[in-house]
């Protein structure tokens, strides 16, 4: 009843009940504040007058920083948790041992309707001339005297761990199952009546003695049948890889061809050793981390603003963007290496905001390890982490620069006994001292997190998957990376949704998820961005730009470092690609919008007001395109009003 009112008022089945949600765990949020007392912070310490740089200091986070992040955090994950997957999927399977083996069930009813079908992939360590995965030409016969067969289907085309469902009007009561290739696996199979709520039982007429993979194993889990087919219930897009690989990682199974590194896989496998093989267990550890990174973009906007209205603006933003919340509900690597890229960035911003003189080298030496330890765990999941760890090493360098050319400035000073301030003395003469041994120690420091841990990290991440036959070994590592390249620079796959770079800058070409209807109830699910965030953004990163350029200003630099070394390398690309490969990219993005209306807040503080409306509009984005971002349950023609261009397709 509730999801009939939502979708008649809203046109969402699920936006009342996720307001109610919302507003109670509100509640709760602000009442567990209220009740906590709100410590004094200390007041910074002054910092010394001279002429060169200070270290940015850190704001500590106080009450309400800690409010907005777990508010926000609390309600983002109500939405993002909601509907996310079925636990419920059938997990035993058949395979035949046999070429051009059968198997005869016998119904209970001989009307049926609807055959429901679904494979997975089977036991690979099985079979050493292929793998264990579908149908492969497997047909379905129907017959009532167990004499004579006709035939009802042939099975070819298959994807992982979706269900594919046969009409008809058939009246058979026997069903003879036949596959001529050793690498079929059926999981399970079922015969549905129309207007029934339970499928028909059925048992093994005749089958083999095969005491591994009985024909019962087809048949054992029918209450596991889900009759209404969504999102919920199957794999989309390239579900049918990612979790696949876990699955075999969980089962220790060789793997089939992977084309990207480990880590990401890893966790997934790590969320179905948990919660099991079906469509929840392989998406919860990917919402999860999608979930994490918004008190971590809290931080990483607090440490370049200093201030919690900005650091707020910053972690609402990317919250509300519809590439982060439709990323993190789908089983792909997305939201580890995204997490990872965020964090590896953030503790590089620890460090560039830092000097030698003022900051001790173990608190620097912290901040590059964390970043470098993030970084290979980025590249760790994908190689696009390589992009942003350019953007690190533009930043490190850039720091290194600025310390250097203090330097010069101290020894200018100390030449000509010339100190502009009072303090300039000491600090010249400090920075005169340390600054060779600190470079030094610094340049080794790095090599030993940017390149030594990295790569030992890539290595050894294959040690805990049986991706080879004959083990882990250094050369079948390189030879995989060899693999994984040439795969990537050759791949002439074309798709009906791919995009290029500038698209994903204006977005004008989300890439089709996934489509299908629930009786009258339609569910789809597209990746784009939310366009008042993008649409902004082609005004705010030029005038980022310019800012760096006129004034030199740090936080600038550092945006557009972090935006353009995750996107330039696309530009070179010319093999298929997708509108989420901008996901890199869209931290900075939402940064350089924040940075600009810090600015133009400082020049007139009235704009608040608007920056405020702002904010408000890309939330009530963001409500309106749930349905689409989400696959929550809505109307066909609600979706087409939603295709603002042509080259949206919901």
Known sequence: MLEKISLSLFYDTELILLLLLCTIIFFIVTLIFTRIPNKRSKEEAKAIQHSFYNSKPFLKLNKKDAYIMVLV???????????????IMPNTYWQPTTENQSVIFKLADPHFNDIYIIGQEGDNNHTYDGYQLGFHDTKIYGSNDNKSYELITTLEDYSFLQWEIISGDYNYEYIKIETSNLHTTITEIGFHQQDQDAFIPVEVYQDIDDPLYDANLMIDEQDEIPLKQTYMTNTYFD???????????????????????????????????????????????????????????????????????????????FAVDFMHITTSRIATLEPFSIFFIIAMFFFMSMYYYSSFYDTSLKRQFIYLALSGTFMGMAISTKWTGCYGAVGLAILFFANIFNRYREYRLAKKMIAND??????????????????????????????LWFVIVPIIMYFAIYLLTPVWRDGWSIKNVIDQIIYMYEYHIDLEATHPFESVWWQWILDIRPIWYYTGYEGNIYHTISCLNNPLLNWVSVITLPLCAYFTLRYRNRTGFFILVGYLSNLAPWFLVTRCVFSYHYYPSVIFMILSIVFISKILIQNKPQAKRYVNLYIVACIIIFIIYLPITCGFGTTYEFSQFLEIFPSWNF
């Open 73 to 87: 955090t609390a309600l983002f994950a109500i939405i993002c948790l909601h509907e996310l997957g079925s636990t």
């Open 239 to 317: 579900e049918v890889y990612h979790p696949r690989n876990a699955i075999e990682i969980v089962e220790g199974q060789h793997m089939y061809a992977h084309v990207h590194p480990l880590l990401g896989t890893s966790i997934i496998a790590l969320g179905i050793k948990i919660f099991g093989a079906n469509p929840f267990g392989f998406r919860i550890m990917g919402a999860l981390f999608g979930i994490m990174m918004l008190p971590l973009v809290y931080i990483f906007g607090k440490r370049i603003f200093n201030k919690t209205y900005y650091a707020a603006m910053t972690m609402i933003l």
């Open 418 to 447: 010339q100190f502009p301030l009072a303090d300039d003395i000491n600090v010249a003469h400090q920075i005169v001292n340390t600054f060779y041994e600190k470079l030094f120690k610094t340049i080794l420091w790095c090599i």
